[in-house]
């Protein structure tokens, strides 16, 4: 079946870049998503990156997304203390009525 | 932007009683929705998709007659967890696709206790 890895945790101290990584496991994947959830919070959705691109920039920003290898990256520039969370790495293998699959999720935290 | 939201925000059951949990989009609307649950520091598990204006599609595992979901109108779906227990207690999400098809945002949560 599907399936979605990531690292559990990362630490960066404040001002840094910080990279979190995500394999996948369906070459089907049509889109490709990055949720953020802080304590006791909902997933607030941070970006998305549709499967024929390589690389997507939003602000602070960057997802990088490596169809062969079904790689994708999130690289938050000057990173803030509120930016310390779970982040989460999901697939959608068809279209938008198909749930998506989610990593178990990366806790960021930032040192200040 | 496009917006779910979800009530109540927080519960407390007694044991043997039901629960509902609304979700709604509020400015778009959501054939389907669905329905997670989440464990503490663990990822999200797909409980539920919800159609509307047909049963929902449960996934393996999951007590359809437990966890009733109904979607009755375009922008809300709720779920009830009838004779709740306290192994029920937990954090549901709920999600909704917007009309793009491809975006997808995710409600506050509910977190549900049941003594």
């Known amino acids: 079946g599907e399936d979605v890895e990531q690292s559990l945790f990362l630490s960066v101290r404040e001002g840094d870049s910080s990279v979190i990584n995500c394999t996948y496991t369906?070459?089907?994947?049509?889109?490709l998503y990055w949720y953020k959830q802080e304590p006791g919070a909902g997933l607030q959705l941070l970006t998305y990156i549709f499967s024929n691109m390589d690389m997507k920039q939003d602000q602070r920003l960057t997802v990088l997304l490596n169809k062969k290898d079904k790689h994708l990256s999130l690289r938050i520039a000057d990173t803030q203390t509120g930016d310390s969370a779970i982040y989460f790495c999901?697939?959608?293998?068809?279209?938008?009525?198909?749930?998506?699959?989610f990593g178990k999720g990366t806790r960021l935290s930032v040192i200040a | 932007g496009a917006v779910v939201s979800q009530h109540p925000s927080w519960v407390i059951c007694k044991s043997g009683t039901s629960v509902k949990i609304e979700c709604r989009s509020l400015?778009?609307?959501?054939?389907?929705m669905f329905w997670y649950r989440q464990f503490p520091k663990q990822s999200l598990m797909l409980m539920a998709t919800?159609?509307?204006?047909?049963?929902?599609?449960?996934e393996q595992g999951v007590e359809k007659d437990k966890f009733l979901i109904n979607h009755a109108s375009l922008t809300l779906s709720t779920l009830t967890v009838t004779s709740a227990h306290p192994e029920d207690s937990s954090f549901y999400i709920c999600s909704a696709a917007t009309g793009a098809g491809n975006t997808i945002y995710f409600g506050e949560g509910s977190w549900l206790t049941v003594v």
């Open positions: 400015d778009f609307q959501a054939t389907t």
């Open positions: 999901a697939e959608m293998g068809g279209g938008g009525n198909t749930p998506l699959v």
């Open positions: 919800s159609n509307e204006g047909s049963k929902a599609t449960y």
């Open positions: 369906d070459s089907s994947s049509t889109y």
